[in-house]
């Protein structure tokens, strides 16, 4: 089993900054990427990004690709989210996964941190 806490969220102007963090334990061995979630009020959970577990190779949605950053520490068991020029509509609730598969099927899920951009 492996398990993700988020936090670092909350309340921020637009235009502003924010850090989210993944916290990752149990059993981490086998995790290929760490990917990063969110889901707005009435709307379906959208794919924010990735990063490879043992490259650091990031992958990221055209709608954050350039404001957003996705990092980790091994040692640390944390996977990063730097989300710069923030949008209203980059409001939600963040969750940061885990894939132990080669197919992008995350089967571990964090709880979720919120975000809310105030315009």
């Known amino acids: 089993q492996v398990q993700l806490v988020e936090s670092g969220g909350g309340l921020v102007q637009a235009g502003g900054s924010l850090r989210l963090s993944c916290a990752v334990s149990?059993?981490?061995?086998?995790?290929?990427?760490m990917g990063w979630f969110r889901q707005a009020p009435g709307k379906e959970r959208e794919f924010v990004g990735f990063?490879?577990?043992?490259?650091?190779?990031?992958t990221y949605a055209n709608s954050v690709k350039g404001r957003f950053t996705i990092s980790r520490d091994n040692a640390k068991n944390t996977v990063y989210l730097q989300m710069n020029s923030l949008k209203h509509e980059d409001t939600a609730v963040y969750y940061c996964?885990?894939?132990?598969?080669?197919?992008?099927?995350?089967?571990?899920w964090g709880q979720g941190t919120q975000v809310t951009v105030s315009s």
């Open positions: 996964a885990a894939d132990k598969t080669f197919a992008g099927a995350y089967g571990y």
């Open positions: 149990g059993s981490t061995s086998g995790i290929v990427r």
């Open positions: 990063i490879a577990w043992t490259t650091g190779t990031s």
